[in-house]
């Protein structure tokens, strides 16, 4: 049986979700999207959304910076989210991937004024984004981050992932999992497609929102559940590139990766080389937190199921 797909206003068949060859999106990257995870529980029967409101209001924000003048709203985006999982009905782990795109064009050319703009939402399983029990091996990438007098990675912007895809690439076929980036100034910025975090003496230390991130949901939320629930201290800060050799630990986080301990730097341990107690509380919360199996954050996971 096929999955629905959201397009032009309608529910269809994935097979019949189609556009056109000239799509300005597809012809020149101009999208905005979102990753958002729904967890499903087997003791409840339950299919929670994490943060699906907090999802649309970041992809409004990215419209805006694109000018791009979206005909729904957050809570419309929210009501066919939750219409979609339920004419697909998944009873497993599943990822939701709405995409405000800029649509077809009579004219050829990279401007973002004048072209209508279009809503696109499709469903799929998903299990872990990297496969790697015991932590991931990452370098820094030899690519920068783009910036944002660039292309602006605040916005969730789909032709900004050229430079995600050519990081991953690279750091793959060099050995590694994964890649940390650095800003154009050196400092460094985040994974190839994740927010970073590191741990120093018993203190959680991220970049700021201003080096040139994603601000991510992610980890935002990790540090609302480190400073509310386990007591640690967050820190914002810029990093330099050696300083990642000498912390205690280390961790990926955002809606893909959701918490992924990183146990080696550029072919240094971090800290001795396995995943330290403090990366397992933190991923151990997060994921009873997405399952909604913590009463105090059970707010942020929306049932799908009647």
């Known amino acids: ?40 529980v087997e003791e409840d029967q339950q299919l929670y959304v994490f943060k699906m409101r907090e999802h649309f ?3 409004i924000n990215s419209c805006k910076i694109m000018h791009m003048h979206p005909e729904y709203t957050v809570d419309d985006m929210c009501n066919i989210t939750l219409e979609l999982l339920k004419k697909n009905a998944p009873k497993v782990d599943t990822y939701i991937r709405p995409t405000v795109y800029k649509s077809s064009s009579k004219t050829i050319g990279p401007k973002l004024i004048g072209i ?8 799929l399983p998903l299990g872990n984004y990297i496969d790697c029990p015991d932590g991931l091996k990452v370098c820094v990438s030899n690519w ?50 994740m927010n970073l975090y590191l741990i120093e003496k ?9 080096d040139d991130i994603l601000v991510g949901i992610t980890r935002n939320t990790v540090q609302e559940l480190a400073e509310n629930y386990l007591n640690m201290e967050v820190i914002e800060r810029e990093i330099d590139r050696t300083e990642l050799y000498i912390v205690d630990g280390a961790f990926y986080c955002g ?23 403090t990366v397992k509380q933190i991923q151990q919360l997060y994921f009873d937190v997405v399952r909604a199996k913590i009463p105090e954050y059970k707010h942020w996971c929306t049932p799908v199921y009647d």
């Open 1 to 40: 049986m096929s999955d629905y797909v959201f397009l032009d206003g309608k529910y269809v068949p994935e097979e019949q979700a189609t556009i056109s060859v000239k799509t300005h999106a597809f012809l020149y990257g101009t999208s905005v999207f979102e990753g958002i995870r729904a967890y499903w």
């Open 57 to 59: 209001e970041r992809i």
């Open 116 to 123: 209508d703009d279009a809503l696109m939402m499709f469903t």
């Open 144 to 193: 920068r981050r783009s910036d944002d007098n660039a292309i602006p990675p605040r916005a969730k912007i789909s032709g900004c992932y050229a430079n995600t895809a050519l990081i991953v690439s690279d750091a793959r076929l060099a050995g590694f999992d994964d890649a940390i980036v650095l800003k154009a100034d050196g400092h460094v910025a985040e994974g190839s497609a």
């Open 202 to 210: 018993g203190k959680l230390v991220t970049t700021k929102r201003t």
């Open 255 to 277: 809606t893909g990766a959701q918490v992924m301990p990183i146990v080696s730097i550029d072919h240094r341990p971090v800290g001795d080389g396995k995943i330290t107690e």
